[in-house]
């Protein structure tokens, strides 16, 4: 009895595992007629799709045979269809000429100069140096490059790169006018800032960190860096100035550093739930944050004798409904422009004795010439009085003293990054005298460098 009670077990375990394959193998069976059908199925829709376009083609050929006899030139027959093709063709050599030049359809512009190429990647940031000879761009491709526009308008403007370990947000000049202050994208998304010093090799140049500052906002990313050199300070009217970068997070404070040594020299805090543009004038004496409240408050970056003495909050620009968007310093500090959420722009009057508590007065007070609920994001103010506006794609010049717009226009495909005019004039193409000229950068991987309306003029 007990021999049999085992074989009716093993009996059992040997039918279970067959019943076991047996549905394995019909799952697998079940499987490869599935993808059989289905490849049949998609072979007959394939199959239905090139009927149906063969269908709509036969039904097109007497209509583009028609609309070609009605141009002339056309012939009956075999003769139809190949007048057509030749129109398709001489179409679609038009239609490769309209694509190849709408990239710069900007050149056509009066004020249009040149177009800086070779960016596979989203440029954050262009500077000048401070002799108009150099412009620096910072892009996300991991690298700075140097181009050198001593020819502002030349067809073959030379370039070259410092390869960087992360990310280029921010770039300017050092105090020496040729190597470059770079703010980098680190992990994960803090900032870092390096001074790149430029040595020969040979007869090469290359560029190499002579100090690098780690987490310069703490854990804060960059919304805006500006650098302004020693000589730069110096030359409008600051005396014993150091050159300084200024960097300023999307949320929380603003940080002031030395170009010397890369030294924390200041801590600025807006006291706003969100910064949105920062603006320091171009002999780096004032700060100021268009930030989410309708105040924008200005500091001063003071010097003396024993250099550098502190950065103190001076005054309030008081009067806007809303949260200002933008803002620009006037080249010597002694003006400045806002622009609001409250539909309106102001000119503001800096000379004033801040000391005793006057405040600045506002010498403008207009409509922005924008739709309504736009506001302009960025904003530049030129050495020959020309404010440069942008938003989105779009530049509006204005004239400082009266407030009308100068011109308007598209001057890039993407959103503008950055706008910056050259600290001195420079010869441009048709002009008697030196201009005022602009380099705006953007998200369509492009640098336009265009020169002021007021050279027109």
């Not at 002339?72 to 129109?87: F, H, I, S, V």
């Not at 909050?313 to 010597?332: E, I, R, T, Y």
């Not at 302009?376 to 009266?402: C, E, K, L, Q, Y």
Request: glycine share 8%; aromatic share 6%.
């Amino acid at each position: 009895m007990a021999e049999a009670g085992a074989t009716s077990s093993a009996t059992q375990a040997v039918l279970a595992l067959f019943g076991i394959s047996a549905a394995v193998m019909a799952l697998y069976m079940a499987t490869l007629l599935y993808r059989v059908v289905s490849r049949i199925t998609k072979s007959a829709s394939a199959a239905r799709e090139v009927k149906s376009k063969g269908s709509a083609k036969s039904a097109a050929a007497p209509a583009a045979a028609a609309a070609a006899n009605q141009q002339g030139g056309a012939k009956q027959g075999g003769g139809a269809r190949k007048a057509d093709l030749k129109t398709l063709i001489k179409q679609s050599k038009a239609a490769e000429k309209i694509a190849a030049t709408k990239e710069d359809m900007a050149a056509h512009h009066a004020l249009f100069i040149n177009t800086l190429k070779g960016h596979p990647d989203v440029i954050n940031a262009a500077a000048w140096s401070p002799n108009g000879r150099l412009l620096a761009t910072a892009c996300d491709d991991m690298q700075l490059r140097l181009f050198d526009v001593a020819d502002v308008s030349s067809q073959h403007i030379k370039f070259k790169w410092v390869q960087a370990p992360q990310a280029a947000l921010g770039v300017g000049f050092g105090n020496d006018g040729s190597s470059l202050v770079a703010a980098l994208r680190g992990i994960p998304d803090v900032v870092h800032l390096v001074h790149y010093v430029p040595h020969k090799q040979g007869g090469a140049i290359t560029f190499e960190p002579a100090w690098q500052k780690q987490a310069v906002l703490g854990h804060e990313q960059l919304l805006e860096m500006a650098v302004v050199p020693g000589p730069q300070s110096e030359a409008l009217g600051v005396p014993q100035a150091g050159g300084i970068a200024v960097l300023l997070s999307p949320k929380k404070e603003g940080r002031v550093f030395g170009l010397a040594a890369g030294g924390s020299l200041a801590e600025f805090k807006p006291n706003s739930f969100h910064n949105h543009a920062l603006a320091v004038s171009a002999n780096g004496r004032f700060i100021c944050v268009a930030s989410f409240t309708a105040d924008v408050m200005v500091w001063e970056v003071q010097w003396g004798r024993d250099g550098y003495k502190g950065t103190p909050k001076v005054m309030d620009l008081k009067g806007h409904k809303s949260q200002v968007m933008s803002a620009a310093f006037a080249p010597d500090g002694s003006k400045a422009i806002t622009a609001s959420k409250d539909g309106t722009m102001r000119i503001w009057n800096l000379a004033v004795r801040y000391q005793l508590q006057e405040d600045p007065k506002v010498l403008l007070n207009l409509p922005l010439p924008l739709p309504t609920g736009q506001c302009f994001d960025r904003m530049a103010w030129g050495p020959d009085g020309t404010i440069a506006a942008a938003v989105g794609g779009f530049i509006h010049f204005i004239d400082n003293r009266s407030g009308k717009v100068l011109e308007v226009l598209h001057a890039h495909d993407g959103r503008i990054t950055s706008m910056q005019w050259s600290p001195v004039l420079l010869r441009v193409p048709g002009a008697d005298e030196p201009a005022a000229v602009l380099a705006s950068s953007s998200s369509d991987r492009r640098v336009r460098i265009w020169r002021s309306p007021a050279s027109l003029q």
